[in-house]
């Protein structure tokens, strides 16, 4: 019974390049929320996620971040022209239902040079 | 805007004496507070929560108090063992808003020393 899967567990890009993070929920999970880790701080709300539908993105900056959760496959949070404030640790986290409690993956360490 | 705060960035305690870690808030419609713990290259995972109709709730070693007229909360384990090292933080969750997001404090640094 495999947790939340987060891929790759580390990514490193340079500024201006683009980064994909991948989130596999746990089986039989439909919602999936996006977090981000800045360094000594907690973790920040971005987006949730129902099978092909954004519920709420209101913590996601309006420009160069996007994510998706197709019908089938991972939830995917892409970052454009990525710059130095970018690099933290992303969290994804999923639930059988809203409400219900939040399950999270080991998380993906971005590093932008 | 930081409605949930964590003022002490870092505990230490002795084996088997009480840890006792703190939170605040400020928004007062939150429904439920949660306790995570963290290890390093690890996502946080689920330790305890407290319904706001609730003042205490208790599983093992854990237990977490809410006080709800001071918006505190406080989590504590008894007694502390060296693999309760983490960074632990609090959430906060309103149950009725559409994106059933959490809302997490800056974290404290849990050390315990044999």
């Known amino acids: 019974n495999a947790g939340v899967m987060q891929n790759p567990r580390h990514l490193v890009r340079r500024r201006g390049q683009e980064a994909r993070l991948r989130c596999s929920p746990m089986k039989g999970h439909s919602h999936v929320y996006w977090y981000r880790q800045l360094p000594e701080e907690g973790l920040k709300f971005m987006v949730y996620l129902q099978k092909e539908n954004i519920i709420d993105e209101s913590g996601m900056p309006k420009e160069r971040f996007s994510a998706e959760f197709p019908k089938e496959g991972p939830s995917i949070l892409r970052i454009q022209q990525v710059v130095r404030g970018d690099s933290a640790a992303y969290f994804c986290a999923s639930s059988l239902r809203r409400g219900n409690e939040q399950f999270f993956g080991p998380g993906t360490r971005l590093t932008v040079l | 805007d930081q409605q949930v705060k964590q003022n002490s960035p870092s505990l230490s305690v002795q084996e088997g004496r009480i840890s006792i870690l703190n939170c605040d808030y400020t928004?007062?419609?939150?429904?439920?507070f949660l306790w995570y713990k963290k290890y390093p290259a690890e996502g946080p995972t689920f330790l305890i929560s407290i319904s706001s109709i609730k003042d205490k709730n208790e599983d093992g070693r854990f237990t977490v108090f809410l006080n709800k007229s001071a918006k505190h909360l406080s989590l504590h384990i008894v007694p502390s063992q060296p693999g309760d090292s983490a960074v632990y933080f609090c959430a906060a969750w309103r149950l009725e808003t559409s994106g059933s997001r959490l809302t997490f404090g800056e974290g404290t640094q849990l050390t315990v020393n044999p």
């Open positions: 928004n007062s419609m939150f429904d439920y």
